[in-house]
């Protein structure tokens, strides 16, 4: 496996701490406070499938034209995704959802604000595919949104 080149330092928000359960990311709410913690497992890239099959072909995924002009890899949790498929790719047809392992992508994992003041998950650097513990279609319905298959948190 192939270590994760990194990009500079970023503010960042709720670090991974190793003394809780190995795989899980401990997340602060709005307020910042840990009781309104979530533990997050898994999180999504929305991505044309050519592109990721590319990123099969290169055994590396290095981002979307918006991630490399961003500086890091946008990512959503399994609550996010619905929002981020009708925000960014209403009515595209042909994509993946790509599921990752949160834990496997280390420091280079950042949690910072964005919509909505949300917690967004972003890397910093390329994608090893060795993260990657799915890949699922999203289909496009008539109405321009997407139908999300269940996602683990």
Same mark, same amino acid.
């Given at each position: ?6 990009? /500079?330092? &970023?503010?960042? =928000? !709720? ?13 602060? !709410? ?9 533990? =997050? ?6 991505? #044309? +499938?050519? +592109? ?12 979307? #034209?918006? %991630? ?16 981020? &498929? ?13 599921? =990752?392992?949160?834990? +496997? ?15 967004? #998950? ?5 994608? %090893?595919? /060795?993260? =990657?513990? /799915? ?7 008539? %109405? /321009?949104?997407? %139908?999300?298959?269940?996602? &683990? #948190?």
């Amino acid at each position: 496996m192939r270590p994760l080149k990194c990009a /500079g330092h &970023a503010d960042t =928000v !709720g670090p991974h701490d190793p003394t809780k359960s190995k795989n899980s990311w401990e997340i602060p !709410g709005a307020s910042g406070d840990k009781q309104d913690a979530k533990r =997050v497992k898994s999180i999504y890239k929305i991505c #044309p +499938a050519s +592109a990721w099959r590319e990123a099969e072909r290169q055994g590396v995924f290095r981002g979307s #034209p918006v %991630d490399i002009s961003d500086g890091f890899i946008h990512f959503s949790t399994a609550s996010q995704v619905a929002e981020t &498929a009708r925000k960014h790719f209403f009515g595209q047809t042909g994509l993946f959802l790509i599921a =990752v392992d949160a834990d +496997a992508l280390g420091d280079a994992l950042r949690w910072e604000r964005s919509r909505n003041d949300e917690l967004f #998950p972003h890397l910093y650097g390329e994608l %090893d595919l /060795g993260a =990657v513990t /799915g890949i699922l279609d999203m289909r496009a319905r008539s %109405d /321009g949104y997407h %139908d999300i298959p269940e996602l &683990a #948190p």
